[in-house]
């Protein structure tokens, strides 16, 4: 017989982890809706040629491919599984191009699947919470984007900062020193500032190619000062020559100005060293990172300017971020943030001596479910230790015994099972206990 | 430019339709929260080991096969996606056989993937939902599920009949008529009673390899009349020979008694040519059928006794339904039974005619949504009439007009797009009118 078993680097949610992970959900669709995100799903399948070439040669590599079935070979197009949200999000938007309302706020979660080697932390299988607004370039996209990063941790209990930068900064800072080609060396050289300290950066710079008068023109940057209205305007002196430095540095302006207008609360850093998805952000870069817990960025994303070019349809700007739902789990689980509440489904078992006590049992349990509690009825008669072992280990925080006296006054013992109170009550008394 | 598409049989989900299948989601979750039933998940691929030989030999054609990417070939074990919540939910129980209490109630929403020719209302990719309460054979499961059955469908609106059959008294009869191994030839062919009446039935029989006399025999049961208890009635003195026949009449005796001690308001008919899922149901058998629309059936379960024989683990009794999401989009998109709020995820349109009134409206959305409003501000303050025609679109019942006399008062220009009603009020106003 086969011991039972699933492929590596996949996993099994069970009831305690799917509670946590619909309170991670729930807890973010909810704030999506109050900015007016609506959902959206697409297939787990996409066509090959859909996802084929744009994840770069290592990306393509770690697609699964599915195999044709009922089909003859070379009928069918070869189909694979979905590798993230992004690319089959523009397939969607160009697709239904003509039933979409733009600008397009949509999310969409659900999971992706990579053939990466599994390791601690890292899945085949894991779920993506993307919500973007494409069809504008207004900066008020982003600010509404931090608005749900500040509420969305907020509602969590996790305290976090908002890494922000501009791609349009980081090529105009390339572009007054002088090194213009080299915007993306520099920025994977300067993200290293905190870890290995100024000297080794600039080592690391020369190293990369950029010359030394260079490398002494970045000096200043690196040594910004104060706080993110300081550094923007000690940037805006520095970036004087570059249009598109100063473009950059206008559209974080109008970012922090518009967040003071909402009295946005979130911790909204400057970050020149945020170098994250540089390859197709255009604008905006963010990254979260929770306060209190030693762990990557949590939030990320920026804005595109062209989003669903590969697809044909140019000049589609949109701003997104994705949740990592993952990461959240693991930080919430670290800082004990869950509510005790997920601990249980159920909030009341019925543990009956005999057949009779079951049938008082179901007339009970059925009208408290219609009053909204959550009720278990233990559907067999067999010893009170099984039932009360059952209610202990699901954590069920009420119990109502029903025996014979009970059943002969139309009642049932409510025992709290955290305090071990035990109380004769009606069912109506014992809904208004628990609720 | 490749022309963006997706796989055959396979769907996008709009964020309409989503906010539909979602409201049914919703609605069924609730209520098997009630029940104490919770959510667990299983991952998309499960090793082909799991899979074959579980769904006969047309069912094992039917798997998608993944290829296996980033290993060697003959490394890892083959892998599948899921053809049903079925298999893996066996496979899961027996894995975390230590960590489940018993009686395990689960429910679980996931897509599945069949490569059936794609056809109308046929899907390669469609969601199954499935609750089951493994580890006990009381009939009080049964009832907890008829139950479910009844308040999801008085929720969604959908009046409907449940038909019950038991497949012990399918094998009583066909003990009692003398043609024991015929049980399934039998059943087949009474299913037919309704479309082609009880002479065709009988030729069926006859063609089939049952003796005149067994055909004969079988009259009596053919011809069942009244109300249910009536047919038990009948039924119980014809079985009378058959142990197993009477110990399912004793099973169904059992459910209609529970029914009517929790004053179950769903029709359930007795309805004994229901022949669904003989293979593995071992007790009762359940489909549902909407009473005013033509469809098959749109939830449907039974009772099994080796879910996990299988995987090893053998005498777990189980009982399950299934609701079929696609079909009950179907039913409540044919009767037009969906809320009319699901038209619309946003209820506040904030439309500006310059930079200054979006800083404003900015401002009002924030406190709005902080009273638990869905608000959107148009992001860019362009002509009037193309931010009307996105709230119109959007079927968004309220727009918020703010012009440079709104700023000035700090107001804002409410209109009902239903009636096409103006009055300048204040966000707070505005708020109350809305809710």
């Known amino acids: 017989m086969q011991k039972p078993a699933i492929p590596k680097g996949t996993r099994d949610f069970s009831q305690l982890e799917m509670a946590r992970r619909n309170y991670i959900f729930s807890t973010i669709r909810e704030v999506f809706a109050l900015y007016g995100f ?33 089909e003859k070979a070379g009928e069918a197009p070869e189909k694979g599984l979905r590798y993230d949200l992004t690319v089959p999000f523009a397939r969607y938007v160009v697709q239904h191009r003509d039933a979409i309302q733009f600008p397009f706020k949509r999310y969409q979660i659900q999971p992706v699947w990579r053939a990466d080697r599994p390791q601690k932390g890292r899945y085949r299988e ?26 969305v941790y907020r509602r969590l209990g996790i305290r976090v900062c908002l890494h922000l930068n501009n791609r349009k900064v980081l090529a105009g800072i390339a572009e007054v020193i002088g090194a213009p ?7 994977v050289a300067i993200d290293k500032l905190d870890k290995i300290g100024v000297e080794q950066v600039n080592a690391e710079l020369l190293e990369r190619g950029l010359s030394a008068a260079a490398v002494e023109a970045l000096q200043p940057i690196l040594n910004l000062s104060g706080d993110n209205r300081d550094k923007l305007a000690q940037l805006r002196t520095i970036l004087a020559g570059s249009e598109i430095g100063l473009k950059g540095i206008n559209e974080l302006e109008v970012i922090f100005d518009n967040l003071s207008n909402v009295d ?48 044909g349809m140019p000049d589609v700007s949109g701003v997104g971020i994705s949740f990592g739902a993952d ?26 001596f005999g057949e009779d006590e079951l049938r008082f049992a179901m007339q009970c349990a059925t ?69």
Not at 327 to 344: F, G, H, N
Not at 385 to 406: F, L
């Open 181 to 187: 080609e080299k915007m993306m060396d520099i920025t």
């Open 38 to 70: 609506a959902q959206i799903e697409t297939p787990a399948m996409e066509l090959m040629s859909t996802l084929m070439g744009k994840y770069g040669e290592e990306g393509d590599k770690l697609l699964f491919r599915i195999q044709n079935s009922g």
């Open 367 to 435: 009208a408290l479910r219609a009053k909204g509690l959550r009720v278990e009825v233990y559907p067999e008669a067999v010893k009170m230790k099984r039932q009360m072992a059952y209610a202990d280990a699901k954590h069920i925080p009420y119990v109502a015994i029903i025996g014979s006296n009970e059943l002969a006054e139309k009642k049932l013992m409510l025992k709290n099972m955290l305090t071990g109170e035990q109380d004769l009550v009606s069912a109506n008394e014992a809904a208004a206990v628990i609720q």
């Open 264 to 311: 946005c609360r979130l911790s909204v850093e400057l970050d020149l060293c945020l170098a994250r998805g540089l390859n197709y952000y255009t604008g905006a870069i963010f990254e979260v990172k929770a306060l209190d817990v030693q762990m990557g960025s949590i939030t990320g994303g920026g804005r595109y300017d062209n989003l669903t070019g590969i697809f």
């Open 126 to 151: 894991f779920y993506q919470c993307d919500v973007d607004v494409v069809g504008t370039d207004s900066l008020l996209a982003e600010v509404e984007l931090i608005q749900i990063v500040e509420e």
């Open 327 to 352: 990461r959240i789990y693991d930080v919430l689980t670290e800082l004990d943030l869950y509510p005790a509440e997920l601990q249980s489904a159920t909030q009341l078992l019925f543990a009956c």
